[in-house]
């Protein structure tokens, strides 16, 4: 018989051990099995009790397709990434709410889908300067996301890369972009201004939909198309300027921009527009239109352009080549010069107004300027 107890207390004390593991892992299913594992074929990860994942090696880390794959869970606090690891996985840090900060380094050439999708705490994000693609829904609604420092190296801005990225108010894209891709910066509804790279060639569908601190814009040269939505529901935007090789005009591209006041066309054609009205819900007696002098009749004539009730030609703009200058909305704004070109701006008595490198000055009440830019001459008229 004393036996059979000692027997049964062994055995009870398995079983309250395992009914309390049991209970344990139900409470908190967030609980890694493992510490520490592989995450590609020559590369490790290690999290510790605090939160802090580290991840080595050299090459591509694994695809984890869903969240529920990530070997490290979605509780880690900060990650450091080694110099070596060339790709991001999908899903990689999905949802990893309590994560503040992240640095890309220079060996990554590639962000995965939705590898920061959902980061809500995150606020600031270095890139390393060797990414060429950052996927589509990459950082979607990191909405304390306040920063984001682009390299040169940056090519592709996928699918709704930045959408919902609440708290971002200032992008500033290097003239590598080549593709922003549809929604990429949609509903970031605390942006107030945006710098698009002179080498995009389209501005996809719904874009910026949504930015509802955006105050102005300006569509780069090598522009052609304004995708449908692009600029949708922007409803403070009061200025767009368009730059000349925009030939066509999206659907409801800037629509229910109520603030709209100004809208400047550098392009010779009037942009054709599609089925659906790109100013629908637009004050087009209040909006302002200011395009080529040799233009204004054409624009007259032509849909959607026509409803404009105020269409006027831009007698602001001196071009040579590929360079010209404007003055609009009390800023001295020089296009097509490089980043780096010295710029002179002289009053018309020959007084030194500005000397440097900044493409955009304000300017005074004078009436003429002098501006020296890229080895030219302008004489521009306020």
Not at 187 to 200: A, H, M
């Amino acid at each position: 018989m004393r036996k059979l107890a000692l027997k049964f207390k062994k055995n009870y004390a398995k079983i309250c051990y395992f009914l309390v593991l049991i209970v344990l892992l139900i409470a908190n299913p967030t609980i890694n099995a493992a510490s520490s594992g592989k995450c590609g074929e020559n590369i490790t990860w290690t999290l510790d009790d605090e939160g802090n994942l580290i991840i080595e090696g050299m090459g591509k880390m694994d695809i984890f397709y869903t969240q529920e794959n990530v070997p490290w869970g979605q509780e880690i606090k900060t990650v450091k990434i080694s110099e070596g690891i060339l790709t991001l996985g999908m899903c990689a840090f999905q949802d990893c709410q309590d994560l503040k900060s992240v640095v890309i380094p220079n060996s990554v050439t590639y962000i995965g889908y939705a590898a920061f999708r959902g980061c809500t705490g995150l606020k600031s994000v270095i890139i390393g300067n060797s990414v060429v693609n950052i996927e589509d829904s990459a950082f979607q609604k990191c909405s304390s996301l306040l920063s984001v420092e682009f390299p040169n190296s940056v090519k592709r801005i996928g699918y709704f890369a930045f959408s919902g990225c609440s708290g971002l108010k200032n992008v500033n894209l290097p003239n590598s972009v080549l593709v922003m891709e549809g929604g990429a910066f949609s509903f970031c509804t605390e942006l107030t201004s945006i710098k698009i790279s002179n080498s995009v060639t389209e501005i996809g569908y719904n874009t910026f939909r949504g930015c509802k601190s955006l105050k102005s814009v300006e569509i780069p040269e090598n522009v052609t198309k304004i995708g449908t939505g692009a600029f949708s529901l922007c409803s403070t935007l009061t200025n767009v300027v368009i730059g000349k090789k925009v030939s066509e005009i999206g659907n409801f591209a800037f629509q229910n921009c109520a603030a709209l006041n100004k809208v400047i066309s550098y392009a010779i054609e009037p942009p054709a527009c599609e089925q659906y009205d790109p100013f629908d819900g637009d004050d087009k007696g209040k909006c302002v239109l200011e395009v080529p002098d040799e233009s204004v009749e054409k624009y007259k004539m032509a849909d959607v352009w026509k409803e404009f009730l105020n269409i006027s030609g831009v007698e602001s703009v001196a071009a040579d080549g590929n360079v010209s200058v404007a003055i609009e909305n009390g800023m001295l704004t020089v296009r097509g010069a490089s980043e780096n070109a010295d710029m002179e701006i002289y009053s018309i008595t020959g007084a030194t107004i500005y000397r440097g490198k900044v493409t955009a000055v304000e300017v005074s009440d004078t009436e003429i300027y002098i501006v020296r830019v890229a080895g030219k001459v302008f004489k521009v008229v306020k």
